[in-house]
């Protein structure tokens, strides 16, 4: 379901990944688990093409704000906190937003769900290369 490429920009490597189908909770924890692997591996800058995410369930989110928290050098919180777990992550998102995690190309309806959300999303890879802070 992922797809990972690099791309390297100022001697460090952005991990892109792109992801086909809905990100809910059957698919969460792939995006999660994918996130913690590629920051383990020496990772800092992780961008999400999501053009091919036609749906994003509340456990979709719960993996943006997971994603985002581990890229901040953070240890996302435990999904079976749910929805106040989810609420702690968002809000520390909001406060400091993290340069190193940003979400690419959402589809419209996805886009409209993100809008609130505090994630960085671009629609174009030269703004989102030009945005992260390595």
Same mark, same amino acid.
């Given at each position: 379901m992922f797809n990972l490429t690099t791309h390297k920009q100022s001697d460090h490597l952005i991990a892109i990944l792109s992801f086909q189908g809905n990100l809910d909770h059957l698919t969460y924890r792939e995006l999660i688990n994918q996130a913690n692997?590629?920051?383990t591996n020496g990772y800092r800058n992780l961008v999400l093409d999501m =053009?091919?995410?036609p749906n994003l369930g509340l456990s979709g989110t719960f993996a943006l704000y997971s994603a985002a928290t581990v890229f901040s050098g953070d240890i996302p919180l435990d999904p079976a906190g749910g929805l106040k777990a989810l609420r702690a992550m968002a809000d520390k998102v909001v406060s400091k937003p993290t340069p190193h995690f940003k979400l690419? =190309?959402?589809q419209p309806a996805v886009k409209n769900a993100l809008s609130q959300s505090g994630l960085?999303?671009?629609d174009d890879m030269e703004s989102?290369?030009?945005s992260i802070a390595c």
């Open positions: 692997e590629l920051y =053009r091919g995410i690419l =190309r959402p960085s999303v671009y989102v290369l030009t």
